[in-house]
């Protein structure tokens, strides 16, 4: 059974692995040219002072410049990581929706049913070889994108934690793509037809990343606050910190700037003198607000998200053995 699932599947993974060959031959060299522009700029040093919380505000001003360079010539490459985050979709796609779906809709089960080998252990040994494949290519992916993703994401203001940012490194590329193989098989025993099969993968895969990024991550701590009064002082620091909202409140709390922070000098009379801040309708003791989740919870976050979705797919996989048994 080993041995015939390598040969259904064999064409299917050197063309996979010339995809990847041929992907690793054009981001290779731009890696390199942007580890070498990112040292030149000796913007290294600047991430490390940076984390400081006792920089100087000269300093933190040239590393700004530095950052603001290097993005300036590298920040389009933003649109390829962009293009990089549906690779997972295309594995489930190619992979995951074709395992049970092309057996049925060309009639090979009957065959495979009947020939000693019991339905659960035909899906035990189809699921197991696409799965050992799917992780080897997820690990490889991750490890790739973290290494060539990563002076973007070190000059980027939001750092590892940003919402697209945060979907291509570390771990959760392989939650992702098992989740992706998984709803393709399950997808295969409802429709057991490619097509829309591979129609159902495509939209549930979207829906489930969407909703999870946008209303659950950013709930798998509790946010912290950060506050500092609008006179004599600096705007509020976050760099690499994920912020979900900003603003400057009165002191009672009430909200008056969306998404904005307000610096006096110190001694500029209040907004009854017409001073700074004035125009917003700041009153005494206002503050610059901001909620966030700190930079140091990233692989905290990593692992939270790929134990739901490795969770995700194991249901997946054990609802598709139970429909396959059901299937004439």
Known sequence: MIWLAWRQHRKQLLFTLIGFAALAALMIPIGLSMRHTFTDLG???????????????????????????????YGSLNLVAVLLLVLPMLVGLFWGAPTVAREVEHGTHRFAWTQGVGRTHWALVKFGLVGAVTVGLAIC????????????????????????????????PI?????????????GTVWRRMLPAM????????????????????????????????????PLMSRGDWVLSSGVRNADGTMVAVDA???CPPGS????????????????????????????????????????????????????????????
């Open 175 to 187: 939650g992702y793509t098992l989740f992706a193989v998984a709803l393709g098989i399950f997808a």
């Open 141 to 172: 992916y991750g490890l790739g994108m973290s290494w060539w993703a990563g002076p973007l994401t070190q000059a980027a203001h939001e750092g590892r934690m940003g919402v697209m940012v945060f979907d291509l490194l570390g771990v959760v």
């Open 261 to 263: 922070q307000v610096a």
């Open 43 to 73: 913007l290294p040093d600047c991430v490390r002072q940076m984390a400081r919380a006792d920089v100087a505000q000269s300093t933190a001003d040239a590393c700004q410049a530095g950052f603001r360079r290097f993005t300036n010539r």
């Open 269 to 328: 009379s209040g907004p009854s003198g017409g001073g700074c801040g004035g125009e917003l309708g700041l009153g005494p003791g206002a503050y610059n607000w901001q909620l966030y989740q700190p930079a140091d919870r990233f692989w905290l976050f990593q692992g939270i998200e790929t134990g739901i979705f490795v969770v995700l797919a194991v249901l997946l996989l054990y609802l598709a053995i139970r429909r396959i048994r059901r299937i004439a």
């Open 199 to 234: 129609a159902v993968t495509l939209v549930g895969f979207v829906g489930v990343r969407t909703a999870l990024a946008t209303l659950a991550r950013p709930h798998y701590q509790p946010a912290l606050t950060l506050t500092s009064p609008v006179e004599g002082t600096q």
